[in-house]
């Protein structure tokens, strides 16, 4: 008797996993879309804020931005570094050096990151074609009354040396306010050391 039972739990369990759809196996997932892997450059001469140019000096003050990404999917983890220099009595002087790393899940299950001490920040990533976009809300996205706020779309160039970064704003009246970046690679190398740095 034990043995029918057993039987009938098997081919229970196989007709019923033969029956569900084809799930596409992680290898497939991360050979259908690029490697963001690297760290990456702000290039002020291919950027855009608003259809005019991006400056990166303004006065006495120099801008620096840098995007370390580390890409194992599900898991995409992104440190950036911001770095504001200014001259004052003839020597630099760093006004600001931030970094900020946060984790993303392209598998739809949203994320929760630390932005400060006191803020969070809730986003919910996915991969559109080519593209991983990282949706930004203002509240947890268990939350009923979340709002979409901004998002970030993320593409790399056919030859891998440029990584398009578009930011759009959704909390105001414009909804074609966005700010396009380029950055051009540094380094697709020890990206796991420079993620961690």
Known sequence: MKILKLITILLFVLVSAA??????????????????SGNWILSESKSLADGTKLTLKSGNQSFYHQIVIRQELPKITLADHISIEAVKNGQSV??????NAAVYYTDGRGETNDTSQTTKSYSLTKWAGNKLVISFYSEDLKNPAKEKVT?????????????????????????????????EVKNRKDVYKLAKQ
């Open 94 to 99: 760093k006004v600001l050096d931030q970094v």
């Open 19 to 36: 029956s569900l759809p084809a799930q596409k196996s992680d290898d497939s997932v991360k050979s259908a879309v690029p490697d963001l």
């Open 151 to 183: 998002s970030l779309e993320f593409e790399l160039s056919k030859d891998g040396q440029t990584l398009n970064v578009t930011t759009k704003d959704f909390s105001g009246t414009d909804p074609n306010n966005q700010v396009h970046f380029v950055l």
